[in-house]
């Protein structure tokens, strides 16, 4: 099946500089992992992903190209190299994502706390894409203390695929559970999900999972083309004509979100400093 979106290769000088700092300080950022498609936009335009917690995912959901197995011990310098990166990329806006480590007692939660806190000390936005840490709210919690600006974890497809396209041990439900929390928890906190289209899904069971985000008291809204990262991964049941996207988007703010991005290229990430933008005005 042809992919029917094109997309400019990476590119610009901002990108080779951001490119060559996260290689000579060994980190790692979503953006090149999970060959993400708006790499060389968001790098260009000022913000940018990072990926902690080391390269490899305890889980191995189906969709996703980012290498599982063969758990690693954690950087203990991984906040100072965050944080030094993001000063000299002069970023305005930062993503903070990561593997799952079920692999540790706490889930690599204290770790990934303590890099928002030593990047907080840069002065810029902060948004975390957290795993579900199982739901354990002691986990989540020490993310919620940390105080980022936006905490998004992605519920990624509709309820019928989920055991299909995710981990066993990332369920639709808990999902919904651990972002329900978070906003109960910290009302300020705005929370984000996305959801991939392109698996089997239909236009019914996307507005569902977006009323069940809504009903989760969830802000923000992503929805993208899932596009087959290697011949590993999930095959691509159906390329979405933008038509669709508008129409998920449309009804995504008639259901209440603050914003809605909606594209073949949209990722969780993506336009995520327009997002908080959009939002800031509630909350700043």
Known sequence: ?????????????????????????????????????????????????????????????????????????????????????AKLMGLDYIVITSVDRDDLLDKGSSAFANVIKMVKELKIKIEVLIPDFSGNHEDIDRIIAAKPDVIAH?????????????????????TLAVLEYIKKKDHSIITKSSIMVGLGETDIEVEKTMKDLRNAGVDILTIGQYLRPTKKQLEVKEYSPMSRFKYFEEAGYKMGFSFVASGPLVRTSYKAAEGYVKMRGKYD
């Open 1 to 85: 099946m042809r992919v029917p979106y094109k997309v400019n290769l990476p590119s610009g000088d901002r990108y080779a500089f951001i490119k060559n700092t996260l290689g000579t300080r060994e980190l790692h950022t979503v953006c090149e992992e999970a060959h993400c498609p708006n790499v060389s936009e968001c790098w260009e335009s000022g913000t940018a992903t990072f990926m902690i917690l080391g390269s490899n995912c305890s889980r191995g959901c189906r969709f996703c190209a980012v290498t599982h197995g063969n758990m690693l011990p954690l950087d203990p310098d991984e906040p100072e190299k965050v944080y030094e990166s």
């Open 154 to 174: 992605n519920i990624e497809t509709v309820q019928r695929l989920t055991p299909l396209v995710r981990d066993p041990r990332a369920g639709y439900n808990q």
